[in-house]
C-alpha cells in the first residue's frame, strides 16, 4: 500500500486565519515532506522531517509552522497567510536509505494535496 | 547545484501511438536517482518510474520505460501504447543518494492523449 492521505482537500480561509492541514500514512516511512505547487508549475520543497525531527526548512516563512507528532502523522499550521500563499500543498513520505539497492528507498509517494485559497 | 530541464513544455499525441518525453539534467554526482512522476488533473502526483544511476539496465514498467543516458546526463520517458488515461502533465526529477533528501524537479512536459 503506498497511500499518503491528507486532509481537507479544500480549504478557504482569510488572513486572519489559523487553519492546519493534516498528512498520514502507515507505510512505515520515516521521513515526511510539505511541498507547495502554484498552478503549471513543479512542486516547490518547504521541510522534511526525517525521523520526527526536522531537516530541512527551505527558508520558508514563519506564518507556516510544520508539525511531526509521530512517525505517521504531519501537520502544516497555518496563520496570518497573505493571498500569495494560495496553492496546492502536497504532502510526501519515504523510506530512508541505508543501504544501496533496497527497492523503493527514498521513493516519495505523494499525497492527493490540499487545495488552499487565503483571502 | 543540480538542475533539470524538460524541453518539451506540451506534447499531443493519438492514443495507442508510442511517445517520448524528454528529460536532461546537470549534476557533478556520481551516485542518484532520477524519477518520473506524472500528475494527471486529479493533481495527484504518481510515480511513474525510478532509475538508480549505478544500475546501466534501463528501468521499465508495463507501458513505461527510459533511456538513461548517464554520460550525456539524459532521462526520457518512453510511453507505449499511449492511452486517455496517461494525460497529464508529466516530471522528471533528480535526487541525490548521499545527503538531502530533496527532490529536483523540471518544469514539466503538458501530456494530452487525443480520441
Known amino acids: 500500500d503506498t497511500e499518503v492521505t491528507q486532509t481537507p482537500k479544500h480549504l478557504v480561509m482569510g488572513m486572519t486565519n489559523k487553519k492546519s492541514l493534516k498528512c498520514e500514512q502507515h507505510m512505515g516511512h520515516r521521513a515526511m515532506y510539505w511541498y507547495k505547487q502554484k498552478a503549471k508549475k513543479p512542486p516547490e520543497l518547504m521541510f522534511v522531517?526525517?525521523?520526527?525531527?526536522?531537516?530541512i526548512n527551505e527558508s520558508v516563512p514563519s506564518r507556516f509552522s510544520p508539525e511531526c507528532p509521530n512517525s505517521s502523522l504531519l501537520n502544516l499550521h497555518l496563520h496570518a497567510l497573505q493571498p500569495e500563499d494560495s496553492a496546492l500543498y502536497l504532502c510526501?513520505?519515504?523510506?530512508?536509505?541505508?543501504?544501496?539497492?533496497?527497492?523503493?528507498?527514498?521513493?516519495?509517494?505523494f499525497g492527493p494535496g490540499t487545495r488552499l485559497t487565503v483571502l | 547545484a543540480q538542475t533539470v530541464t524538460q524541453s518539451q513544455p506540451e506534447m499531443s499525441v493519438q492514443e495507442a501511438e508510442t511517445v517520448t518525453l524528454s528529460c536532461t539534467y546537470d549534476?557533478?554526482?556520481?551516485?542518484?536517482?532520477l524519477f518520473w512522476y506524472k500528475q494527471p488533473p486529479s493533481r495527484q502526483m504518481i510515480l511513474v518510474i525510478r532509475?538508480?544511476?549505478?544500475?546501466?539496465q534501463n528501468a521499465t514498467e508495463n507501458r513505461f520505460s527510459v533511456n538513461f543516458q548517464k554520460a550525456a546526463k539524459s532521462f526520457s520517458l518512453k510511453i507505449s501504447d499511449s492511452q486517455l488515461g496517461d494525460t497529464a502533465m508529466y516530471f522528471c526529477?533528480?535526487?541525490?543518494?548521499?545527503?538531502?533528501?530533496?527532490?529536483?524537479f523540471g518544469q514539466g512536459t503538458r501530456l494530452t492523449i487525443n480520441p
Open positions: 549534476t557533478s554526482e556520481n551516485n542518484y536517482y
Open positions: 526529477a533528480f535526487m541525490k543518494i548521499q545527503g538531502a533528501q530533496k527532490l529536483v
Open positions: 522531517y526525517s525521523y520526527e525531527k526536522l531537516s
Open positions: 510526501a513520505s519515504s523510506s530512508i536509505g541505508l543501504f544501496r539497492g533496497q527497492r523503493d528507498t527514498d521513493t516519495q509517494y
Open positions: 532509475q538508480e544511476a549505478y544500475k546501466q
